[in-house]
Structure formats: structure tokens, C-alpha cells
Nanobody, 128 residues
Framework: QLQLVESGGGLVQPGGSLRLSCAAS????????IGWFRQAPGKEREGVSC????????YYADSVKGRFTISRDKSRNTVYLQMNSLKSEDTGVYYC?????????????????????WGKGTLVTVSS
């Protein structure tokens, strides 16, 4: 089974930046749609950004458009989430997820959390 490992979380001040990484070992991520999701304290998990297996299609939640960028480095078998202009409301546990089923659109997978494999998450805290 695909195992995903997130890293890059931490404490950052409002307006700062972080880059999250999602890596897999033993399996290439090239054929997977990949998504970043987050769960704030007391709230439901939500889709932040997703990218299709061919990198042609990306989706961003309205709350992060213009601030976050998802990208894939095939040579490192890693997917990144660059987060800029961070706000306190971006605080939460960020999860990486992957799916190769192709049963729906990347946008739908992001909105409805339709991913098959999930990492354990990395904590992002935006606070002064």
C-alpha cells in the first residue's frame, strides 16, 4: 500500500511562508492525483489544493487562491505545497493524500476528500 509522509510544518508568524512536502517510498507518485487537505481544531477536514497525475489540472480552495501553490518534483518523487502570506486561519494539521482511481475529477476529489491513501499529517501553526 502507498505510504505518504508529510514534512515541513511548524510555527510561523502571520504573513510568513512555509513549504510542505509529501514524499512516498517504493512507489512512484507520477500516476497519482495528489491532494493537500487540512483540519483545524474543532473543524472538519477540508481540501486545500489538488493536482492531477499529469500535472495539467490543479485545484485550489477559494481561501488559499493566490497564496498557495501545489507542485510536483518527479525526480524527488515529492509533491510540495508552497504556502505564502499565511494567516492565523491557515492553522491546522495538513495531510497529503493520493488516489489513482480516476473515478472523478480532481476538483471533486479535493472538495469531497475522495482520496484512497492518506499520510499522518504535519502541524502548521500560524501565530504571533
Amino acid at each position: 500500500q502507498l505510504q505518504l509522509v508529510e514534512s515541513g510544518g511548524g510555527l510561523v508568524q502571520p504573513g510568513g511562508s512555509l513549504r510542505l512536502s509529501c514524499a512516498a517510498s517504493g512507489v512512484t507518485l507520477d500516476y497519482y492525483d495528489i491532494g493537500w487537505f487540512r483540519q483545524a481544531p474543532g473543524k472538519e477536514r477540508e481540501g486545500v489544493s489538488c493536482i492531477s497525475s499529469g500535472d495539467r489540472i490543479t485545484y485550489y480552495a477559494d481561501s488559499v487562491k493566490g497564496r498557495f501553490t501545489i507542485s510536483r518534483d518527479k525526480s524527488r518523487n515529492t509533491v510540495y505545497l508552497q504556502m505564502n502570506s499565511l494567516k492565523s486561519e491557515d492553522t491546522g494539521v495538513y495531510y497529503c493524500a493520493a488516489d489513482a482511481s480516476r473515478i472523478t475529477t480532481v476538483e471533486a476529489m479535493c472538495i469531497y476528500l475522495g482520496m484512497d491513501s492518506w499520510g499522518k499529517g504535519t502541524l502548521v501553526t500560524v501565530s504571533s
